[in-house]
Each structure stands twice: as C-alpha cells, then as structure tokens.
C-alpha cells in the first residue's frame, strides 16, 4: 500500500502559497524599516509620531511569522 504525496500538494490552497515564511518575512523586516526611515526623517511629526507603532507592529509580525512552517 502506497501514500500518494502529489495529491496533498496539488490540494494546496491559495492561503498555503500566499501565506509563506519567506514573503512574510520580507514584509515584516520591510516594516521595520519604513518604521526606523519614519523615526529619522526630519519633516512630518506625524510620521515620527507613528514610527515607534510602525517598528513595534513589524518586530511583533517578524516574531510570529517565524513561527509559520517553510
């Protein structure tokens, strides 16, 4: 008796593709960014108002999408 293991992986769905580490990681350490670009400009204060939320937000994201599989 044999398991057939192409047919689990043809019944991936849309969330499984979209929802992947490396995308998310990429995004999560993007926000970081923009979070630290906000903190540093000297224009907008309501930039620099939310550049504390907008590192937070990424560090926390970056944090749980470790945990997702590969």
Same mark, same amino acid.
């Given at each position: =008796?044999?398991?057939?293991?192409?047919?689990?992986?043809?019944?991936?769905?849309?969330?499984?593709?979209?929802?992947?580490?490396?995308?998310?990681?990429?995004?999560?350490?993007?926000?970081?960014?923009?979070?630290?670009? =906000? $903190?540093?400009?000297?224009?907008?204060?309501?930039?620099?108002?939310?550049?504390?939320?907008?590192? $937070?937000?990424?560090?926390? =994201?970056?944090?749980?999408?470790?945990?997702?599989?590969?």
């Amino acid at each position: =008796m044999s398991i057939d293991a192409t047919r689990s992986v043809a019944r991936r769905g849309v969330a499984d593709r979209v929802l992947r580490r490396g995308p998310l990681e990429a995004a999560a350490t993007a926000i970081i960014a923009a979070g630290v670009v =906000m $903190l540093m400009q000297p224009f907008s204060l309501t930039l620099y108002s939310w550049s504390f939320a907008t590192t $937070l937000f990424g560090t926390v =994201m970056f944090t749980i999408v470790s945990k997702v599989r590969a």
